[in-house]
């Protein structure tokens, strides 16, 4: 929008009065409320001119529009939008309420669950193939965190999960124990690699054989970042080896897996041989129960899966990726603290699943979910994977996916306002 300022001398005198030489341009930001657009359908019915007058009337008229949610009032760029604020912004209920309310469109918090079950059935299927995908890669990092679940008398414990697969998904699940059955339920039948911190619920994982372990560095040097304040000058030796392991990779982190394979033979190995060394001769000094003895102990326990990484290029040092993706649900846990029941968990694990891995490839999620909605309804089963964020970029300039999304009413409607703002009511 272009605004002139003319100065009051020429506004009383008249531009005529004056030759213009130039102008000062200068750019301000401001903003308007968002706005919610009602989109109206109108579906004539028509009958042939010409028709026999003993016969049927034949009345055409168009087939209804595909919604996400079947005789839904919503269409999928407001869906989009409602997903995007509770689960990638973290905004409760409550608050969702409010910030609809102030831009005119009162929305009851039960309505909004109520869009986010169903269409939580409905992306169900994209998750699914992407936990499929996942589950076939060589390597996963996992982690949990807990979660308040409501109930009458006082909230209940649970968890949720993160299962990371480099370069393609981040998957959430949830479970009501902390165990090694929820373990299971989260990667079934699967064989590769899995970086983890040393907790007791992978151990029947590990044990079968199916699955090897890959120890976290990170978590490591947490222990002897405790010592610090009771054995400062033993615990800077440990630190200033692990520092080292940290130092040589992230100079390779871009590198391909066979340079990344020498680089930790020569340079890892050794340092990862001076670590343990250390540790053993400190076991005749070790006094129970002190932090530097737990830092020891769990170094030597879990030596085999803390070397693992030197051998195969494509292991990380630290289960820290998997951490960093967790914490989108520990933020989000700040906000509404505590969810409805097991079935709203899953819904939710099913969007941030949807919008990590969209963050993962640098995709844009309301665009996303937008056009997700507008595809899913009509969309061949066998090809979900396509839909997923890790595969988007592909799908989304293929000459079926652009035919389909051309012919949504709802995305055009909104694409017309975009380029004719001026026009919306």
């Known amino acids: 929008m272009k605004i002139e300022l003319i100065p009051d001398d ?26 919610a657009v009602v989109v109206e359908l109108i579906r004539p019915k028509f009958v042939p001119k010409t028709r026999d007058r003993l016969g049927p009337t034949r009345v055409l008229i168009a087939e209804p529009a595909e919604l996400p949610i079947p005789r839904g009032r919503a269409g999928p760029g407001m869906l989009a939008d409602s997903v995007v604020r509770r689960w990638q912004d973290h905004q409760p209920l409550h608050r969702l309420e409010g910030i609809y309310a ?12 109520g869009w986010h079950e ?32 409501q109930a009458r008398e006082r909230c209940r414990s649970g968890h949720f999960w993160v299962l990371v697969a480099p370069e393609r998904h981040v998957l959430f699940r949830y479970s009501r124990r902390h165990d090694g059955a929820a373990v299971d339920a989260l990667r079934p039948g699967y064989q590769g690699y899995l970086v983890a911190d040393a907790h007791s619920v992978y151990d029947d994982v590990f044990v079968a054989g199916r699955v090897t372990e890959v120890g976290c560095w990170a978590q490591a040097r947490r222990y002897f970042f405790k010592t610090l304040g009771s054995e400062p000058e033993r615990a800077r030796e440990a630190l200033a080896l692990i520092g080292e392991l940290l130092r040589i990779e992230r100079e390779i982190a871009a590198a391909p897996r066979a340079h990344r394979e020498v680089v930790r033979r020569t340079q890892s190995r050794p340092v990862v041989d001076r670590f343990f060394a250390w540790c053993e001769a400190r076991i005749p000094e070790l006094l ?20 693992r990484f030197v051998d195969d290029g494509r292991l990380p040092l630290h289960s820290n990726r998997s951490e960093l993706e967790l914490r989108r649900q520990v933020v989000g846990r ?19 699943s ?25 969309w061949p089963h066998r090809r979900v994977l396509e839909l997923a964020p ?36």
Request: overall charge negative.
């Open 10 to 35: 020429v506004q009383r005198e008249g531009l005529d009065h004056f030759d213009r030489i130039g102008a000062e341009v200068s750019e301000v930001l401001e903003r308007r409320p968002a706005s």
């Open 102 to 113: 102030r831009d005119g469109l009162p929305l009851n918090r039960s309505t909004l669950c």
């Open 118 to 149: 169903q269409l939580a059935a409905l992306v169900h299927p994209v998750v699914e193939a992407m936990l499929a995908d996942a589950l076939r890669q060589p390597v996963l990092y996992t982690d949990a965190t807990g979660v308040l679940v």
């Open 288 to 307: 129970d129960e002190t932090p530097l003895a737990a830092a020891v102990r769990y170094a030597r326990n879990q030596q085999t899966a803390l070397t």
């Open 334 to 352: 700040k906000n509404w603290l505590f969810v409805g029941n097991d079935e709203a968990a899953t819904v939710n694990t099913t969007f941030v």
């Open 354 to 378: 949807l919008l990590a891995s969209c963050a993962l490839h640098r995709v844009e999620p309301w665009a996303y979910l937008r056009d997700l909605f507008c595809l899913l309804p009509g």
């Open 390 to 425: 890790a595969y988007w970029a592909q799908t989304s300039q293929q000459e079926d996916t652009q035919q389909r999304l051309a012919a949504n009413p709802f995305r055009l409607a909104l694409l017309a306002l975009d380029r004719h703002p001026d026009d919306r009511p």
